[in-house]
Every structure is written in C-alpha cells, then in structure tokens.
C-alpha cells in the first residue's frame, strides 16, 4: 500500500476518533500529538544530523513552564500566543547551549545535554519562589481561536477543541519538517552526518549547520512541551529530568530514527504501551527495558524498519 494511502486512512481515523472511540483513549492521544511534535525535531537532530541529546526535556520544560507562567501570572490565554512564545523561549536559551553543545559529537555531545538539562531541573526544584519547586505551577486551561470554550467540561474540552487544535499543530509541525528534510538545508545534515569531513570539503560549515538543527529541535520540544501541559494542568521539574529526555530517546528508537514517520509510530507505541503495561503489571521499567534490549539486538531500524523489512520480498517478488 502506497504512503499517500495510508496517510490518507491515518487523518481520517484521527478526524473520526472523537466520535467513535471511548473519551479515554482520546485523551491518551493529546500526549501522543504533543510527543509528536517534540520527536520530529529530535529526530531532525538525531536521524538526520547525527547528534544523540539526553537533554532535550530541558526544552520541553521550557515550553511547559512558558505556557503556565503566561497563563497563570501574565493573564495571557490564548494558545495561539502561547505557542510562539515558547518557542521563542526556547530558541532564546538554545542558541548559547547549542553554540558550546554542537563543537562536540558522539558521547560528548550527549553528556553536555545532559548536563544543561540536568541544570535547568535543579534551577526548577530549587528556586521555588520563581517556579514552584516540586510542587510545579498551575496551567490554567488557554483559549483556543479567541474562545473560552465556557460551556465545555474540562473532558469535553480536551477531547473536542483542545484534539483538534493539537492535531492541527502536529499536522503542520509535520509539513514544516517534511520541507525541512527535503530542502538543500536538510540534504547538508544528511552529509554531514554521513561524513562530516567531506561535507567540510564542499564547504558547509558543519558547526554552523548543527547549531541550526539544533535551535530547530529545540524549538519543536518547547512547542511540544507546551501542548503537553494543557491535559494535566499542572508542569513540575520531573518534565526537565533527565529520565523525561530517556523515555523521548526511547520513542525515537522504537519507532526508528532512520524514518521520517518512525518517531511519530514510536511515540503511539510508546504510550499506548505503557498505559496497557502499568495497568496490569506494578514493574512496568522492566517490561520496557526489555523491549528496549529487543529493538537494539534484533531490529536496530524500529518499528518501521520492521515493516519495510516485510515488504522488501514482496517488492522482489514483483520485480
């Protein structure tokens, strides 16, 4: 079945699951749409650049934080502000941490992520006047397209309005980055993660061009971070740990970084997986850790590496 096909069949279950599914699985998409938007700028960084970042919370903590203090102390609800001024937000904070992170590659680069990550939690936990400590700050619920939506319960919000409001953002987060990855500036990553030298030699500036992919991720997790703050109404420092930057690393990995669509298959999985698992087993880190060991030694390619390793022998076979 051609991709165009199946897209086609994915939007419409998407439009149509409101009305047919239970309000709770509806519910469990808003984190799978906010994840979405995050894993297509890590992936950006990650797939295509070749960067691993265990501190990418760091910026979803950001987007979070960005929208409640709006929200809650500057009595600014309307989404449609919220959203760019995380990501200003983050691009503010990005370009320093990028400009020192990107000099480095491989573990190194990592290892720094994590560090600023790991710097911004503590800054959460302990300046509680400022953040709130571990008790978080409130997200008071943002207008949607100029409306307060006052007649709608809190469920009956998130599974009309606030659905659809979301999946309209990762429906252009995903056309956006579809550009991106096609465009020149996305076939310079590509080189420069195959062979950084040789893309020197042509004359990108590789420091230059991962720094970019780098303020682009970073963008994307705080427009991400502050989708994923509306659904519980409250952001707390665990969205900034380092084991929040883990749990994204590991959707990209199951759904596989070496496709486009695999980081959005490995954020449904990922939560879909784990509700399913914490229901019926107390001991769900191990269950996930397994999986994670499964993927590395039988199916580096994830998820979607597994399909197209079903459909290869179709393909010869018709040839």
């Given at each position: ?10 939007g419409i279950a998407f439009l149509g699951l409101p009305v047919v599914a ?20 890590l992936n950006l960084l990650f797939g295509y650049t070749g960067l691993v ?180 109404g409250n952001v707390d420092p665990t969205l900034a740990y380092w084991t ?76």
């Amino acid at each position: 079945m051609r991709t165009p096909v199946v897209l086609s069949l994915v939007g419409i279950a998407f439009l149509g699951l409101p009305v047919v599914a239970p309000a709770y699985y509806v519910t469990l998409m808003l984190p799978f749409m906010a994840y979405g938007v995050v894993l297509l700028g890590l992936n950006l960084l990650f797939g295509y650049t070749g960067l691993v970042s265990f501190g990418h919370a760091l910026f979803i903590g950001i987007g979070a934080y960005t929208g409640a203090v709006l929200t809650t102390h500057l009595g600014v609800r309307h989404m449609e502000l919220i959203l760019p001024a995380a990501a200003l937000a983050a691009a503010v904070v990005a370009a320093p941490v990028g400009a020192l992170c990107v000099r480095y590659v491989k573990i190194y680069f990592g290892m720094l992520t994590l560090a600023f990550g790991m710097v911004f939690y503590t800054f959460l936990l302990k300046f509680y006047k400022l953040t709130g400590g571990d008790e978080g700050m409130r997200m008071l619920r943002p207008y949607l397209l100029g409306s307060e939506w006052t007649g709608y319960s809190k469920t009956a919000y998130l599974i009309g309005p606030y659905y659809y409001f979301s999946l309209a953002v990762l429906v252009l987060a995903t056309l956006l980055m579809w550009r991106i990855i096609g465009s020149p500036f996305g076939l310079c990553l590509k080189t420069i993660r195959d062979n950084p030298l040789k893309a020197e030699s042509l004359g990108v500036s590789v420091p230059r061009y991962r720094w970019y992919a780098f303020m682009i991720s970073a963008v994307y997790a705080a427009v991400g971070g502050a989708l994923l703050a509306t659904p519980t109404g409250n952001v707390d420092p665990t969205l900034a740990y380092w084991t929040h930057s883990g749990n994204i690393v590991f959707m990209v990995l199951l759904g596989g970084f070496g496709s486009f669509f695999g980081p959005l298959l490995g954020a449904f999985a990922f939560i879909f997986l784990q509700d399913t698992v914490m229901s019926v087993f107390p001991y769900w880190r191990l269950i996930f850790g397994a999986v994670l060991a499964f993927i590395v030694i039988f199916a580096p390619g994830g998820l979607m590496g597994l399909f197209a390793r079903r459909r290869r022998p179709v393909e010869v076979s018709r040839a």
